[in-house]
């Protein structure tokens, strides 16, 4: 299945495991950046890594049976499903022991990871969801209207109408009087049609609770249209598009995407570039993997920045989840650490669980110049 809604993510989110525990797998399988013989490595690493965590976890059999069934099952369908897969992400989420197995196609690449767990892992799906918006597209011409849906990487036609417009009246045809009152005639049609749409518009936009409107018309109409629409409506107006009413749905799509993909490429860049200005006049900003995990564990980092899937192997404190680049003995607490795969990942969660933000930003980045992660500060750094 697709991951199309919050209320898949909550379900899951609900799903009692006990007496067994559950497997959450995720996958970047985007092929656009990488290729299927990568794709497939990372994967069985992965499973690898768990199983190996497996054997050293002090488990009752019935547990431990049920997730090693589980990694056995992910492995195999990884082998066969990973080669055909078009979408950029994949999920699993499995508990054998209670006969529960799912698999989702994600619309944008998560971070790798496997999770054994009480509870399946689900805040990676949440922020799959949080990166897409919700756009209504109104395509109209003088006569017709139609309303997309696309949410998701899909697209699907949610309203339309045809209003009774006369025909515009060729120019030359008509002299003086008679031709001015079938052009007001004509006018007061078209300005019927646009109010109807607008209106149409404002409803379609409360009811499903777009985040942006987009709209695709020649510009001949739009200055009047949009006159005509609600605030409501203009404070979610985001631009125009190419598409027009005939457009076919695969176009309006690509469009979508592509206007979609470049403002949240400018968003971050705009945040990539703040970080920089800060980093360099010496201000609240850290950069650099081994800084910002210190950071982290002095509570003085506020807001995280990551190129979209960094990982690097680390270590982290088992008593107090300090987290640490080499440190094999924790400075906070002076327990033993313990290895990790990935530290860009535990600092992530490290950073959930306090609620403070995470930016990833897509490569190329003017990140990577700077290590591929920092952090904004609460205060003014002193050593
Ligand atoms: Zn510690």
Redesign the pocket.
């Known amino acids: 299945m697709k991951l199309s809604s919050s209320s898949q993510i909550e379900e899951l989110a609900r799903f009692k495991t006990h007496p067994y525990q559950a497997t959450s797998f995720y996958l970047n399988t985007d092929k656009s950046q990488q290729t299927l013989k990568a794709i497939n490595a990372a994967s069985k690493a992965l499973i690898n890594q768990a199983k190996k965590q497996l054997e050293e976890k002090n488990l009752s059999p019935e547990i431990k049976n049920s997730l090693q069934s589980d990694l056995e099952k992910i492995s195999q369908f990884c082998q066969k499903k990973l080669s055909p897969l078009k979408s950029p992400g994949l999920a699993i989420f499995s508990c054998s022991g209670l006969n529960y197995w799912l698999d989702m196609e994600l619309p944008h690449g998560p971070r790798n990871r496997i999770i054994m767990d009480f509870d399946f892992y689900t805040r990676p799906l949440t922020a799959v969801l949080e990166r897409f918006k919700k756009m209504c597209v109104l395509l109209i011409n003088r006569k017709e209207a139609k309303w997309y849906e696309v949410y998701l990487g899909e697209i699907k036609l949610i309203d339309s109408l045809e209003s009774n417009v006369p025909k515009q009246v060729k120019k030359g045809g008509f002299e003086g009087y008679e031709s001015k009152k079938i052009e007001r005639h004509i006018e007061a049609h078209l300005l019927e049609h646009f109010k109807k749409s607008a209106e149409k518009t404002f409803e379609l936009l409360k009811h499903n609770q777009f985040d942006w409107l987009l709209v695709g018309c020649d510009d001949e109409f739009y200055s009047q249209l949009e006159s005509l629409f609600h605030s409501y409506v203009r404070e979610r107006l985001k631009g125009r598009i190419k598409a027009r009413i005939d457009t076919p749905e695969s176009k309006i799509l690509k469009e979508c995407s592509e206007f979609e993909e470049q403002l949240k490429r400018a968003e971050e860049e705009e945040l990539v570039g703040k970080f920089i200005d800060e980093l360099e006049r010496g201000g609240l900003a850290i950069a650099g993997l081994a800084d910002t995990l210190r950071k982290i564990n002095s509570f003085e980092a506020q807001a995280l920045l990551i190129t979209h899937n960094f990982s690097h192997p680390g270590r982290v ?6 987290v640490y680049l080499n440190e094999e003995i ?6 033993k ?1 313990e290895p990790v795969a990935d530290i860009v990942d535990e600092a992530v969660e490290v950073a959930f669980t306090r609620g403070m933000p995470v930016y990833h930003t897509t490569p190329p980045t003017r990140l990577k110049r700077y290590g591929n992660i920092g952090a904004f500060l609460k205060y003014k750094i002193t050593s």
């Open positions: 404190c088992p008593k107090c989840h300090s924790c400075l906070l607490c002076q327990a650490t």
